[in-house]
């Protein structure tokens, strides 16, 4: 008996270069996996790049079904400000599998939902572009499309936590 | 247009998913599928969950076995 691998994957760049198990989901004024904080700063009231991940199973091994994705970010975007985290991820409504483009500092359509900061009650992360979708043999989430904006009062630097859950049926 | 596929830990480029899947990469000795890919903390975790649930398993089928 054996779980099933799981990875997030993040997607950047024009022709779409999909990096497979990234290490982090820092976010700044680059279009970038694994982004560098400090050499590509957010500004006051402007956006990140928008950010295009996967939850990712690379082996279901001898589970069955993989669904029910979670996400939501913990801890506080940061002081000085007014700042706000903008998802397509939704409990409800769900707009169907999020497209990905090039990634971009602008709002993005369908990408308007706050990012829960905590565990939400249900899925909100669809598969095939539903909620209710399963992964039965290897494969890949809808894309999670994420950004953060700030004001003019905002101030440098924050830490906080993204989580990426989901339920595995032996 | 043609999707490439990075490694995030060496970094080597495919031109399908299923090729990056089945290479093995040089920083951990095995390949994406490989819970161990994902470090020790990751497949230990696994272990974990999948006795959980065994044990669970176990639990309701004992429960079922008393009605």
């Known amino acids: ?170 | 247009m043609t999707q490439i596929h990075k490694c995030g830990l060496c970094k080597k480029e495919f031109d399908s998913e299923e090729k990056y899947v089945a290479h093995t990469c040089p920083e951990t000795g095995v390949t994406p599928a490989d819970p161990e890919n994902l470090g020790p903390e990751f497949a230990a975790v696994s272990e974990a969950a999948l006795k959980r649930g065994e044990e669970r398993k176990v639990a309701a089928e004992g429960g079922k076995k008393k009605k």
């Open chain 1, 1 to 170: 008996m054996s779980a099933a691998t799981v990875e997030i994957d993040e997607a950047n760049g024009a022709g779409e270069t999909l990096t497979h198990n990234i290490t982090n989901s820092n976010m700044g004024s680059a279009d970038e996996v694994n982004t560098d904080p400090v050499a590509n700063p957010i500004a006051p009231n402007t956006r990140t790049y928008i950010k295009y991940q996967k939850i990712h199973v690379t082996n279901i091994g001898t589970s069955s079904k993989i669904d029910n994705l979670k996400v939501w970010r913990t801890g506080a975007l940061g002081t000085g400000g007014t700042h706000t985290h903008v998802t397509n991820a939704r409990t409800t409504s769900y707009g169907g599998a999020l497209s990905y483009a090039q990634p971009v500092r602008t709002a993005v359509t369908g990408v308007d939902q706050t990012m829960p900061s905590s565990v939400p009650a249900s899925a909100n992360l669809g598969i095939g572009g539903a909620l209710n979708g399963a992964l039965t043999a290897a494969g890949s989430s809808d894309y999670l499309g994420h950004q953060i904006t700030t004001d003019a009062s905002a101030t440098a630097g924050s830490t906080s936590t993204m989580n990426y859950q989901y339920d595995e049926t032996a």
